[in-house]
């Protein structure tokens, strides 16, 4: 079948919406065998077959099989795309931890189904998320009609919260980013890495054609008749001469590994110096919600810019000064000399996701998230200095109930996540009040600790919420810590939702559940 035919059958055969770029996508990561030349590629059915075996109920059957028969699979929200589940603002800033936002939507809006058997908000009810991270559930709140308040410990997490909701002069924006952008390049203009790049992308370019062609590589690892390994090292090690040249002849300036700061240490000098150069461009913009949405533009652009593998981007193991073997792209890859690509790339993004949001999603409803940390803050009080009116509705009608998911015990550190942020905004780090954190491990002392700050958090958030308040808690709970913590907090677990995570950032993919927790005034 040719790509659009294949795209029509799949759409049939797994119910759900696959487009030709879907097919190219599978052609294009070995998936699926290419056959014929551009202009005439078709694909094998009997591939299609094979691939698309889990999505006709497999997957489900043994899932449920190892989790329980209470999987909720229409939780899965496996019938979205990625761009559907990234729509819009949510995808202004990576973020680690992240629910989607379809999972907010399920119990925030109006609906009702065989699990969700009731309606708990509607429109203008408040809704309080006291581990608010980047924001989604703010976000949906204002696409559904709500008011939300969110409270982080991490003051780079309530930027990026706030950014996503804030009403932006998008002209404004543009203009700054023109300008930003046009003294970027005049700053290039008398720099050697534009040319340098320039030359290694060639002779990449050359070089991967040559030993990695795109996609019969791939499909040639994916059968096992390549050792992609062993292939991979060999050919990295190849090209190594050329790159050790080209870094002699335009005297680049690498990574010695020695500082301890992160910018020194996961940032060549070319890069700093364009980092350093935009942020002082950023400090000059007037429009202070301008200023804010450049900064979080040049973070997302930096966390893109580090010295490490593509496939490393979430754990960073240790910086990368050569070009490499890609196991995420299958051919040998380089690390950054330069920003501009990827600030170019993020500039025109967040104006398009901005602008989609303003006009076809927001609400006149109010939301935003405060600094500081719940177990202790005053809501009515900081809300007072920072949103006025979000703060006299709050005291008039509270918060009809919480919608958040607190942190895993020992699985994240959610300001090192942003080191690279802390350290050039130079924003105040309070690790030591994060709950849970990857630095604290997993033991009997942690999970005590954990128990009890989640507990105090719903204790004072309780002071604020109204009657009848529904609270309902995203939790993998393998220690089944929150029957404790809701007895603590003065609340009982009047139901449990169970759904399948499938798409997760580490690589493990095997049979995966987290726990949506119902709680109600005991």
Sequence with gaps: MNIKEASEWASKHIGK??????ISYLIQYGRVRKIGENGGTQVSKEELVEYYKSFKGRREVTWKNQLGED????????????????????????????????????????????????????????????????????VQANELGMHAVGIDISAFNSLISNCKITKFDLIDVQKEINRITKALKRFLSNSHT??????LLHALYEFNNKYFPVPEYKYKVKRREIDEDFYGKEKARAFLPIYKRLVKEYAIKLLDGTSASFLDKWYSQHVRNE???????????????????????????????????HADLATLLEPITTTYYCSKHGKICKPLFSILKWWETYTKDTVARLSVFDRKYRTQTFQHCLTGDSR?????????????????????QK????????????????HEQHAYAYDLFGLKRQDEFEIGPLF??????????????????????????AKDYDVFLVANDKANLYPAIAENAGMKIVNQFKRP??????????AYSEIIFHLKEK
Excluded at 194 to 199: A, G, R, S, T
Excluded at 380 to 393: F, G
């Design 399 to 414: 918060f009809n109930g919480i919608f958040s998911s607190p942190p895993y015990v020992g699985l994240i550190d959610y």
């Design 501 to 510: 995570v499938l798409n997760r950032t580490e690589k493990d993919k095997g």
């Design 71 to 138: 999987l909720n699979w229409s939780l899965s929200f496996d019938q979205y795309t990625e761009a559907e589940t990234t729509k819009h603002v949510h995808r202004l800033h990576p973020y680690k931890g992240k629910f989607i936002p379809q999972l907010v939507e399920y119990f925030l809006d109006g609906h009702t189904d065989s699990f969700k058997k009731e309606i708990y908000f509607h429109k203008g009810n408040i809704i309080l998320d006291p581990f608010c991270g980047s924001g989604t559930t703010l």
């Design 275 to 309: 980092i350093e150069f935009v942020f002082s461009e950023i400090k000059n913009v007037k429009n202070r919600n301008t200023r804010r949405i450049m900064s979080v533009i040049l973070s997302r652009t930096i966390r893109s810019c580090r010295a490490t593998t």
């Design 376 to 396: 202790t803050i005053d809501i009515v009080e900081e809300l007072q200095k920072k949103n006025p009116e979000l703060a006299t509705l709050v005291k008039k």
């Design 194 to 199: 534009v040319e340098f790049e320039e030359k």
């Design 440 to 465: 604290k491990g997993q033991g009997r002392e942690a999970k005590e600790n954990y128990v009890k700050g989640i507990s105090e958090v719903l204790k004072n958030c309780r002071k604020y919420l």
């Design 17 to 22: 919406n696959v487009t030709p770029s879907n």
